[in-house]
DNA sequence: TCGTGCTGTTCCGTGACATGGAACGAACTT
DNA sequence: AAGTTCGTTCCATGTCACGGAACAGCACGA
C-alpha cells in the first residue's frame, strides 16, 4: 500500500496523471509522470496507455502530452463557449481602439480565470493566460467581479491575500475600500499588483443584473493613461452586457 | 451484462459521459446522460459524480455541464498553446486588413480541427467552431493542409469523401487536382463547400519544412473576391512561418 | 386521496478487473 | 562487464466498480 491518504479510483488516478501537466505545459515522460503523481510505474502505464487511448493523452515517441481530446472538449464548455462567442467581436473593438493587450475572464472561486485573451506582436510579459487562472484580488477583472458580486460569496476578510509582486494588495480592508471605489466608477484598476511593470484598467460586465465576466486592457506601467483608456474599456463592457441581455442567454 | 460490445473499464464509461456533450454543448440531466451512454443509472449517476469531484462536470440542480477544468486543461495542450500564442498577432492582423472571419486551424486525422477563429460583429453562420472539426476535403484550410502534407498519410482514395453542401468536392480525382493547383499558387480556396453562401481563401504556415497548420479568410460568396484577399493570407502565413522558425520551438 | 410514471438517490452481494511486485529487454554511462 | 534507468509484459491477489432492486421526491391525471 503506497501511503498515498486516499488512494482513490481509477478515475482519479486518471486525474492525477493529467493534472501533472498543470505548471507550463510541454511533454512527460512515463517516470516524470509516475514521480509527479505517486502511482505506480504499472498503474501509470496502464492508465496513460488507456488515455491515449481515448485522445486525452498523445504518445509521442518517449513523451507523452495532453491529446487533442481535451482541447475539443474543453472548447465545449459551455458557458465559455456562447460568453466567447458573443464577447469577441467587442474585444476585438476595443483591440483595435487602444492596441493594447485585452483580456476576458470570468470567476472561479477565488480565481479569475481567462477565457479570452488578444494582444498584438509586442505581448507583454504576462502572467495571464488563456485557460489560466490568477487571485481576484490581484488583477483589475478580478477586482471588477468582486465589486459587483452581490451575493456575499465574498468573505475576503477570512482569506489570506495572495501577493504576486511587492504591490499586491494584502491588506482585506484595503481591498475593500479599493473595491468601494470600483462600484462607484464602475472601472477597476490595478498597478503593477499581478506583474510589474505592468497596470489594467477594467469594466465589469452584465447579463441581466448579475456580473458574468469582466474585460480589462493592460498596459505597461509607464504608458498608463487611464483617462485614455476608460472611455474605450467601458463602451466595451456596456455593449457586450446590452448584446448578453438581448441575446440568447440559454441558463 | 449490458450487451454493450466491449465493456470496457471505468475510463471508458467516464469518456462516454463526456463524449455524450459531443452534437452542440448544453447540459444534459442524468437520465440523458444514462440514454445516450447506454450505461445503467446507477453507474452513470456514480461516475458522474465522479467527474463532478474531480471538476471535470458540473453539477447545476438537475443538470450536469462540461466543467471548469476540461477548459483549462484543455487550454494547455501543448501544440496548441504555442501555435495560439505565436499566430495570433498575424491573425489580428488579417482580420484588421480584410475586416472579415478569420480561421486557423491544425489538422487531425482527416479533419481540421479549429484553434483560433477571430471575427467582427457581422458574423458569419459557420459550421466552424474553436476546438470543433470539419473534414479536410471541404475547407481551404483542409486543401491547403492536405496540398502540402509531406509524408503520404493522404490515403484520399480509399476514402469516402464527405459532403457539407452540394459544392462540397466528393470526386477523389478533382480533389487531386484541386491540390496540385494549391501546390504551385501556394493558396487554397474554397467556395461554398462547407457552408452554402461562405467562400473562403487559404494559406498554409509551415514551422520549417513541415506544414503545422493553415490559416483562411472567409467572406460571403457574393462578396468573394480572391484577387483582393490573396495579399493579405499569403503575409500573414508567411511572418507566422518566420515567426515559428525563429521562435523558442521548444519540442 | 390514491395511483402511475417519471425522476435522482442509496444499498449491497458478487465477481470482474485494476493493482503493484517481480522479471525482462533495451539503451546508455561508468 | 557491471551498473544505470528506462519502457514494457506477466500474473496471483483482493479490492472496488458493477447493476439489480428498493427507496424517495415530484408532477401529473383519474
Known sequence: MS???TTGNMLDKAALILDAYHPSGGELRLSELVARTGLSKTTAFRLAGNLVRLGFLEHAGEHYRLGNHLFELGSLVSRRLDLRETALPFLQDLYES?????HFGVRDGFDVVYVERIHGHDSLALPSRIGGRLPLSCTAIGKALLAFCKEETCDLDTRELPRLTPYSITDPVALRT???QVQVSGLAYEEQEAAVGVSCIAAPVFAGATVVAALSVAVRQQ?????HLAPAVRTAAL???RALRNGVTSA
Chains 1, 2 share one sequence.
Not at 98 to 102: A, E, F
Not at 223 to 227: G, I, K, L
Request: aromatic share 6%; hydrophobic share 30%.
Open 3 to 5: 501511503r498515498n491518504s
Open 98 to 102: 487602444t492596441r493594447q493587450t485585452v
Open 178 to 180: 479599493a473595491l468601494e
Open 223 to 227: 504608458q498608463f493613461r487611464p483617462a
Open 239 to 241: 455593449g457586450l452586457s
